[in-house]
């Protein structure tokens, strides 16, 4: 199958690399020339674990290709997929200029029946907008469909090509039959292909982070409690997690989330309930707790030094807002370096993958160390802040060796409380009292 994916950001990428894993001709539509003549040439953008070898391997093939023009990327298509940035509002709002302005663009260009997917994550009644863009100037027979993505960053390829689910929102059974061909290569485990009305395949993505988002920052207040109670977080997480109505997963205790999905997601669907005359007091929580919680250590920070950070080096492990990905979108590493820079600390930082994406955000304002101990040198104490596995399990003794201090606040509670107590540090984490 002949297939365009217009836009190529994490999720647009991702999705033309896999469908041309399966055998689909891709051709991927941007408007940036550099970024376009780099992925001809074999150069990843994103950094994604497995990508890179499904990306090379489709190139090499001929089955993945790239252009700057819209006319040429959909001249053959059968399935033309918008991957384009809705990014938030002031108010929260998803802004669909991207979206639409292609939509307006492709009305004359469509010479036969073709499906356009909406990829984005977009507010229910977009797939209307687009039809009527299309519609305006177009005089052929088109669907437009919702697939929205459930991509994990770190995990997006194998979430790709092995999904829990996948949700198709449509109006006609031509479309139907056309998604269902396209993604059957996908679910021959019997994971099932979910068909239903597009408003509300385009309001479950929504709710699908919104949830996720309410379940972490759940947590993250159970954690608070449990440190004014003297209880451990990870004993509560296990004694509730086990149960099969609550599941392990999203249950960890931490500094907050952030990324591109969580944040955005859960401003834009309590606009669309604004917009609705509703009021979802929970996604407000949500929203104010996850803030709040970023930056919940530093107060602790400054208490252990007396109230005064000048002169304090702090040296910091981390800097995407999770592991496995150079994604700083809302990083809680970087509200941290706000308010300890602001108070005077000088910091030093390491992260295996965030550090270029860090430096063209905030440049100098810290220094950056070119591995996870050398950032260590002379530091009056560690902040950890992203749980990239090389973290878990460091040489102790070579972290002595560096910080003499023995100071470590852990926003990610990677190590044994009572252990560390054993080895001599002074070590703070998330929602741990006596254990």
């Known amino acids: 199958m002949k297939i365009a994916v217009v836009g190529t950001g994490y999720v647009g990428l991702v999705t033309g690399t896999c469908f041309a894993e399966t055998g689909n001709d891709v051709i991927c539509v941007d408007i940036d020339k550099a970024k376009v003549e780099k992925m001809r040439n074999g150069v990843i953008p994103i950094y994604e674990p497995g990508l890179e070898v499904l990306f090379e391997r489709n190139i090499k093939q001929g089955r993945l290709q790239f252009t700057t023009s819209l006319e040429e990327g959909i001249k053959d298509a059968k399935i033309i997929f918008l991957a384009l940035p809705t990014p938030p509002g002031e108010d929260g709002s998803a802004d669909l200029k991207y979206i639409l302005g292609v939509a307006k663009d492709l009305g004359p260009l469509l010479k036969k029946y073709t499906v356009i997917v909406d990829k984005s994550t977009v507010p229910v009644g977009?797939?209307?907008?687009?039809?009527?863009?299309?519609?305006?100037?177009?005089?052929?027979?088109?669907?437009?469909?919702?697939?929205?993505?459930?991509?994990?960053?770190?995990?997006?390829?194998?979430?790709?090509?092995?999904?829990?689910?996948?949700?198709?929102?449509?109006?006609?059974?031509?479309?139907?039959?056309?998604?269902?061909?396209?993604?059957?290569?996908?679910?021959?485990?019997?994971?099932?292909?979910?068909?239903?009305?597009?408003?509300?395949?385009?309001?479950?993505?929504?709710?699908?982070?919104?949830?996720?988002?309410?379940?972490?920052?759940?947590?993250?207040?159970?954690?608070?409690?449990?440190?004014?109670?003297?209880?451990?977080?990870?004993?509560?997480?296990?004694?509730?997690?086990?149960?099969?109505?609550?599941?392990?997963?999203?249950?960890?205790?931490?500094?907050?989330?952030?990324?591109?999905?969580?944040?955005?997601?859960?401003?834009?669907?309590?606009?669309?309930?604004?917009?609705?005359?509703?009021?979802?007091?929970?996604?407000?929580?949500?929203?104010?707790?996850?803030?709040?919680?970023?930056?919940?250590?530093?107060?602790?920070?400054?208490?252990?030094?007396?109230?005064?950070?000048?002169?304090?080096?702090?040296?910091?492990?981390?800097?995407?807002?999770?592991?496995?990905?150079?994604?700083?979108?809302?990083?809680?590493?970087?509200?941290?370096?706000?308010?300890?820079?602001?108070?005077?600390?000088?910091?030093?930082?390491?992260?295996?993958?965030?550090?270029?994406?860090?430096?063209?955000?905030?440049?100098?304002?810290?220094?950056?160390?070119k591995n996870m101990y050398d950032v260590l040198e002379g530091a009056d104490a560690l902040l950890i802040v992203t749980e990239w596995s090389v973290f878990r399990t460091p040489d102790f003794n070579k972290i002595v060796s560096k910080m003499p201090s023995k100071v470590i606040f852990d926003g990610r509670n990677l190590y044994d409380a009572d252990k560390m107590t054993e080895k001599g540090f002074d070590y703070t984490c998330i929602g741990r009292g006596n254990g």
């Open 126 to 369: 977009t797939a209307d907008l687009v039809k009527a863009e299309i519609s305006a100037n177009c005089s052929v027979d088109f669907d437009v469909v919702s697939n929205p993505e459930f991509l994990r960053e770190g995990a997006a390829v194998n979430d790709f090509l092995k999904p829990d689910r996948v949700v198709i929102g449509r109006e006609t059974e031509v479309a139907e039959k056309v998604m269902g061909e396209l993604y059957a290569p996908f679910v021959r485990q019997g994971h099932p292909i979910i068909f239903m009305d597009i408003k509300s395949a385009e309001l479950t993505k929504y709710a699908a982070n919104a949830f996720l988002a309410t379940k972490i920052t759940f947590m993250n207040e159970i954690a608070n409690l449990a440190e004014k109670v003297g209880a451990d977080v990870e004993n509560v997480r296990k004694g509730i997690g086990t149960d099969s109505r609550i599941g392990m997963r999203f249950l960890f205790a931490g500094i907050g989330y952030g990324g591109s999905c969580f944040p955005k997601d859960v401003m834009a669907l309590s606009k669309i309930s604004e917009d609705n005359d509703y009021d979802f007091k929970i996604l407000n929580a949500v929203t104010e707790v996850n803030h709040s919680q970023k930056t919940k250590l530093f107060p602790t920070i400054l208490n252990h030094f007396g109230g005064n950070l000048k002169g304090k080096k702090i040296a910091m492990w981390g800097l995407a807002f999770k592991p496995n990905t150079d994604d700083i979108r809302e990083a809680p590493a970087l509200y941290m370096i706000d308010k300890l820079v602001e108070a005077g600390a000088i910091i030093t930082a390491y992260d295996p993958e965030g550090m270029p994406n860090i430096k063209i955000t905030i440049g100098d304002k810290i220094a950056y160390a």
